[in-house]
Structures are given as structure tokens and as C-alpha cells.
């Protein structure tokens, strides 16, 4: 049964006096954590296949597993999944879009081709529910990426393609941002790189600066757009070489005023993103981090409230970064029912940022400003336990969200009356069409 209301009233009563003895206001803290906004990835509900309607494979390095049943199929299945999802999550959060998710109608659009005309229905969608829009261009599961080069590509041609389809996406993104009047993130990443050891380095890394700078030579309002890259260290059968690394890219959004996009699973496994962050930040206005979780490799688990996002949100409210950072979720796992998923990483990255924003940071500094580290140490240690979860509680029925676990019983319901019938294959279907059909008199 789920708790009652005053039973959480008054927990989270006697746990804001917790809080309060430690000089901690947790209103204020409520006040900040509704101001945050999660850029909620597309790619999830359907294990990163889109729309296009081909039969490539994913390719580019990445890997979805698992055969869940009940993956959105169409547009109109992945927005009835988005929606679920968001009535689960407490806040305002926005939709990161990929350039393969448009409506293509059933028409080959190429992705050089590709224009707001099949992106116009997301944007009214999106604009329905205000939410913000994100963007990626889309440079895998493409018969021009099949050989694991796109912008770093030797072939001038086949470069010249990925360059238009960077033109077009920032042309669709930077529209998305001036209809939805927030700034569109749009994010370049490419799976460009070699299984086996390179000798030469050098030459794709050039060609990637000059296909880029071809890619951003537009200029858009910052109000409408806002551009970022991702570095990756290493992804299947690119395991020797990455093109676009850590230092290729911060170097290359330092110098052109980009956004460094910091992937929680693109360094070495046991290296986290939370200390670079102040560390960019001391050299560029704003970065996008992909909140995602690295298990051995860069197998994008399900974000969970584990140490590495607990550091990360620890780092965002520590040092206030947070209106100078883009929180994007990037996680695909097909292994458990799809919606859940999106829920569970959303709400643990808030329960994060929550833990964050309820830390007794005054005295935390204090005691180190004095250098008194074992006051550190200890407070540090004592807020572990402190009760946050009553707090996330009361937040969640103040958003008008399910508290605990209440919201898998949606998902469920949702799941039997909604998504189960994706299951069926089409020849069950078809069986049961028929058998309604005579039923009632018609002829097959
Ligand atoms: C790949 C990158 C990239 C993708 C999405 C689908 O390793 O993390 O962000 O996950 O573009
Ligand atoms: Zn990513």
C-alpha cells in the first residue's frame, strides 16, 4: 500500500528539523530542484533504432542488449512513452532528440537531405507540453559509417556528406530552439576511429578539424543554438584509436567556443567526469554532460544514485555550475521494461542533485577553510545517512508524481494496457483481425 500523505507530511516534517540543526534550509533546497531540467534522451524507447526505416544495423561502436518486449516502434508509440514517462518524473524536464527520429513519412529522406520539415511535429509536440528540445545528428547506423569513419572519413565525398548532414542538423536545431524560445543543445558525436593500432594519427584528427569547422561555419543566435562535441577514448572496433579523444575535443571547443560534452562513460573505467568539471569550466562558459553508467565498459547502464552521479551533482551544486551545465541522460538498455528505465535514471540523477543541494555546505567549508578536515570527514560522513528520502518523498507529492515505488504500478498498468500489444507479431495480429472479423460475418 502506498504511504499516506501525512505519514509523509510528517516525515518530511521532522526530517527538515534534521536538516535545520545542521543550518540546512530545505525549502530552499525544494525551490532548487524544481528549477532543474534533465534533457531526457529519445534513444531509450527504442534501443537507438529510429525511424528511418532501414534494417542497418546500430554500428558506430555502440551496443544495445537485452529483447524486452513492447520497444516503440512508431513516432506516435515513442511520444506515448515519453509522456508516461515524464508523469513519473517531479519537475520540467526537456526531450534530446536524434536526427534518425524524424517523421519521414515512409519516404527515404537521407540524412543530408534532411530538414525541420520532418522534425516540424516534435517541435509542435514538444511545444504542447513545453518542453525543450536537444538535438544529435546522427553518424552511425548508415551504410557511409558501415566502415567506422564519417567526418574523419578519407574519402572526401563520403566527408562531405556527414559535413551536410552537420549543416542540416544544426539548421533543424537552431529552428527548434527559436520556435520553443530555449536554446537548443546540439550534440556532435561520431564513432570515427580504428580497431587496430593506427600509424597514422594525425591525419583523421585534422580532416576531423576541418570537416567541423565546415559543419559550424553558419553562425545561429545563441539563444536558438548552442553546439557541443563529444570525446570518447574508446567504443567496439574502435578500441585502438578514437578520432575525436578527450584532448582533440576539449582543445577543439576551446578554441571555437563550443561546448565540451564530458560523457560519464567515454574515459577509462575507473576515471569519473565529476573533477573535470570545475576544471573545464575555469576556461569555457558552459559544458553538456551525458549522465550515463559505464559497467566494465562503455555499456551505458541505467543511471542509479551510485558514487560516481552523487559526485557529479555533489560538484554541479558545490561549485554552482548548474545553470552553466546541460544534463543530458544517455543510457540504452533493453534488457528491462523501457519506461522503468527512463524513470529510474531520471529520478536517481534528481535524488542526486537532491543530496546535493541538502548538504551542510556552509559548515563543510568552514571546517575546511579552518583546515579542521576531520570536522570534514565526519560531517561528510554523517550526511550519508541524514533523511534525504523523506525529503524526495515530499518532493515527489508536491510534483504531483507517485512517491517510492508507487510509480512502477503505473508503468505496469501502462505496460499491460498500452505496450503489450507491440508484442504481438504481426501474424497473431492478423490471426485475431481475422477471427473478430468472421465473427461478425465478414468474408476474409
Ligand atoms: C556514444 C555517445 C553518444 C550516443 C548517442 C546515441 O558513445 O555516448 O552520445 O550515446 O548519440
Ligand atoms: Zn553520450
Known amino acids: 500500500m502506498p504511504t499516506s500523505t501525512s505519514h509523509i507530511e510528517t516525515a518530511y516534517s521532522l526530517a527538515r528539523d534534521r536538516y535545520g540543526e ?113 538535438f544529435n545528428p546522427t553518424y552511425f547506423a548508415h551504410e557511409l559509417a558501415d566502415d567506422g569513419m564519417t567526418l574523419a572519413h578519407p574519402n572526401p565525398t563520403i566527408r562531405d556528406f556527414w559535413i551536410r548532414h552537420g549543416q542540416a542538423c544544426r539548421q533543424i536545431a537552431a529552428e527548434m530552439g527559436r520556435q520553443l524560445g530555449s536554446p537548443c543543445v546540439n550534440n556532435v558525436w561520431i564513432p570515427d576511429g580504428m580497431k587496430d593500432t593506427p600509424v597514422d594519427r594525425k591525419g583523421p584528427r585534422e580532416r576531423l578539424v576541418a570537416a567541423l569547422d565546415e559543419v559550424f561555419a553558419e553562425t545561429f543566435a545563441s539563444s536558438d543554438l548552442r553546439d557541443a562535441v563529444e570525446c570518447k577514448l574508446f567504443g567496439l572496433g574502435s578500441e585502438s584509436y578514437v578520432v575525436g579523444s578527450h584532448e582533440f575535443y576539449l582543445g577543439y571547443a576551446l578554441s571555437r567556443g563550443k561546448l565540451a560534452c564530458l560523457d560519464a562513460g567515454h574515459f577509462h573505467p575507473t576515471e569519473t567526469i565529476a573533477d573535470k568539471i570545475s576544471s573545464v569550466l575555469c576556461f569555457t562558459p558552459e559544458i553538456l554532460l551525458h549522465v550515463s553508467r559505464g559497467v566494465r565498459w562503455d555499456s551505458d547502464h541505467v543511471v542509479i544514485l551510485d558514487d560516481p552521479v552523487i559526485a557529479i551533482a555533489q560538484e554541479l551544486v558545490r561549485g554552482d555550475f548548474l545553470g552553466r551545465v546541460h544534463l543530458g541522460l544517455d543510457f540504452f538498455d533493453a534488457s528491462i521494461q523501457r519506461v522503468a528505465a527512463w524513470v529510474v535514471g531520471a529520478r536517481s540523477m534528481l535524488k542526486a542533485l537532491l543530496a546535493a543541494f541538502l548538504e551542510p555546505i556552509a559548515r563543510l567549508r568552514e571546517a575546511e577553510s579552518t583546515g579542521d578536515y576531520t570536522t570534514r570527514l565526519v560531517l561528510l560522513e554523517e550526511q550519508k545517512l541524514l533523511p534525504v528520502g523523506a525529503i524526495w518523498d515530499y518532493y515527489c507529492l508536491t510534483q504531483d508524481v507517485p512517491t517510492g515505488i508507487a510509480w512502477l504500478e503505473d508503468v505496469r498498468r501502462y505496460e499491460r494496457e498500452i505496450q503489450q500489444a507491440r508484442q504481438l507479431p504481426p501474424r497473431v495480429l492478423n490471426a485475431q483481425v481475422a477471427s473478430e472479423t468472421s465473427s461478425i460475418g465478414i468474408e476474409r
Open 22 to 134: 545542521l543550518g540546512v534550509d530545505v525549502d530552499a533546497a525544494l525551490q532548487r530542484l524544481r528549477d532543474v531540467s534533465l534533457s531526457l534522451h529519445c534513444w531509450q524507447g527504442d534501443d537507438v533504432a529510429g525511424f528511418e526505416g532501414g534494417t542497418t544495423e546500430i554500428g558506430g561502436g555502440l551496443a544495445v542488449t537485452g529483447r524486452y518486449p513492447g520497444r516503440a516502434r512508431t513516432v506516435d508509440e515513442l511520444r506515448d512513452d515519453l509522456d508516461q514517462a515524464y508523469r513519473l518524473i517531479p519537475g520540467n524536464h526537456r526531450l534530446n532528440l536524434h536526427a534518425s527520429y524524424g517523421e519521414f513519412g515512409g519516404r527515404q529522406v537521407d540524412r543530408d537531405e534532411i530538414s525541420i520539415e520532418q522534425f516540424q511535429g516534435w517541435i509542435d509536440w514538444a511545444q504542447e507540453r513545453s518542453l525543450g528540445l536537444d
